[in-house]
């Protein structure tokens, strides 16, 4: 097991990891966003729980995601990926909208998430070929958290990424209390249907997870995400584990935008 972090601090205010693709001046947009949201979130905390961050509690109502009406950077819909046979993404790569989701998997919220609205999502929009959605590696919450993201990544290369992250949301755990310890995320495994156990512990162990889940943690930084569940759909921010409401207008406000733009036209 890896008992110290191996992955990238949280930059000091300003800092960008790694001289990412994304400038700062490309950022603007989406952190003008988040920066709405977390402003929402002071007055609305005592009233609802939607986020999760290593520091407090984050949460929005419905009417505190604004931000998924407006015009679109092009440098952050550049930040789907679109692989085809990617094991971390479901969805057709040519979908026209593409929700990313930078999660973790002791953050409660993120379990909310997973139970309650990716199940709506599949069957609503991505069965329909109008979604697909993009997991990253976000773990906030130390050790347990990182494991559990390289552990999740070494299911991907046996193609059960999606059964693991099932199995893992499948219902509430302690955080740091040994839920995500190697033996439970062994067990897990098994239980994902992960049939080879030995490549998944060494797979989970080694440096090719590490890099993994580092190139997906310094982009969520490069972003300015704090806290988890974050998400982007088609470049557009929505913080915390909303409603489904929001993210089915979320999602067919990129679609008529998407339809938009095809024909010549733009979505601003």
Known sequence: M???????????????????????????????GLVLVAAVVVAVVALAGGGDSAGRPAGTPASAAPSAAAPADPSLLALARRESGDPYALGK??????????????????????????????????????????WRHFPLFGAESEQAARASWAAG????????????????????????????????AEEAGIEDLDRF????????????????V??????????????????????????????????EAAEAAEGTRAQGGTDE
């Open 2 to 32: 890896h008992a110290a972090s191996r992955l990238p601090e949280k930059p000091r205010a300003g800092a960008t990891p790694g001289g990412g693709a994304v400038s700062r001046r490309r950022l603007r947009p989406v952190l003008a």
């Open 93 to 134: 790569p040519d979908a026209p909208v593409v929700l990313i989701e930078y999660s973790d998997f002791q953050c409660p919220f993120c379990g909310r998430f997973a139970r309650e609205t990716k199940p709506e999502l599949l069957r609503d929009y991505v069965e329909k070929g109008v979604l697909r959605i993009e």
């Open 157 to 188: 290369r046996q193609g059960r990424f999606w059964q693991f992250h099932d199995t893992a949301y499948a219902h509430p755990r302690e955080r740091n209390k040994g839920d995500f310890a190697e033996k439970a995320l062994l067990t897990m």
């Open 201 to 216: 512990r060494a797979d989970m162990n080694s440096a090719a997870a590490d890099a993994a889940v580092t190139r997906d």
């Open 218 to 251: 310094e982009e969520g930084y490069a972003l300015g995400v704090s806290s988890t569940p974050a998400f982007l759909v088609n470049g557009r921010p929505i913080l915390g584990a909303q409603p489904t409401d929001v993210f089915a207008e979320a999602v």
